[in-house]
T-cell receptor
């Protein structure tokens, strides 16, 4: 149980393109999803917390107009990297929490490797 | 601001040996997680530690938590090549608004 599916797994596109990444909870409802970014050989950095039906909460230093997050249903959150540039190239990982309470564990998707040429 | 530090960052060891990875965190938290990440892959959950003195074991890995010292350890017993991966600790819970703060990661290489 508690499977999180992320799509696509790999994207290569030209600079200036907008890229959408989907994060789905397959067998549970997720009121809260999280988006992380990981640069090579580095740790995961939380970008934003996505709550179903409300605006995402962004971490300090993350541009909300650059990284658009939509959490329109209890099983789907999307991250759109708008007008992507080479410095946006990274490994993006989503996670979903199984319940309403913050003490419940997060389950991670398989990640999306984004390469901007 | 919560800070999570892991030590060592890189670890190369021979099969059959034992070693411990340390995770220190700077402020009170009510849960600590250990994850494994293989190259190019996402995170695999290993342990969740919820209280002071908690100890969990799975195969050759054992994790413990000392909330007073704000320290968690991941002990590797008789390492095998298949344990080669990057290991992250992460701290979260009620006091951090459910957000997870990750350590830098420990890249473990087990040599035959």
């Amino acid at each position: 149980g508690a499977v999180v599916s992320q799509h696509p797994s790999r994207v290569i596109c030209k600079s200036g393109t907008s890229v959408k990444i989907e994060c789905r909870s397959l067998d549970f409802q997720a009121t809260t999803m999280f988006w992380y970014r990981q640069f090579p050989k580095q740790s995961l950095m939380l970008m934003a917390t996505s709550n179903e039906g409300s605006k995402a909460t962004y971490e300090q230093g993350v541009e909300k107009d650059k990284f658009l997050i939509n959490h329109a249903s209890l099983t789907l959150s999307t991250l759109t990297v708008t007008s992507a540039h080479p410095e946006d190239s990274s490994f993006y990982i989503c996670s979903a929490r199984t319940g309403l309470y913050s003490n419940q564990p997060q389950h991670f998707g398989d990640g999306t490797r984004l390469s901007i040429l | 601001e919560l800070k999570v530090e892991q030590n060592p960052l890189f670890l190369s060891m021979q099969e059959g040996k034992n070693y411990t990875i340390y995770c220190n965190y700077s402020t009170t938290s009510d849960r600590l997680y250990w994850y494994r990440q293989d190259p190019g892959k996402s995170l695999e959950s290993l342990f969740v530690l919820l209280s002071n003195g908690a100890v969990k074991q799975e195969g050759r890995l054992m994790a413990s938590l000392d909330t007073k010292a704000r320290l968690s350890t991941l002990h590797i017993t008789a390492a095998v090549h298949d344990l080669s991966a990057t290991y992250f600790c992460a701290v979260g819970g009620e006091t951090s608004g459910s957000r997870l703060t990750f350590g830098e990661g420990t890249q473990l290489t087990v040599n035959p």
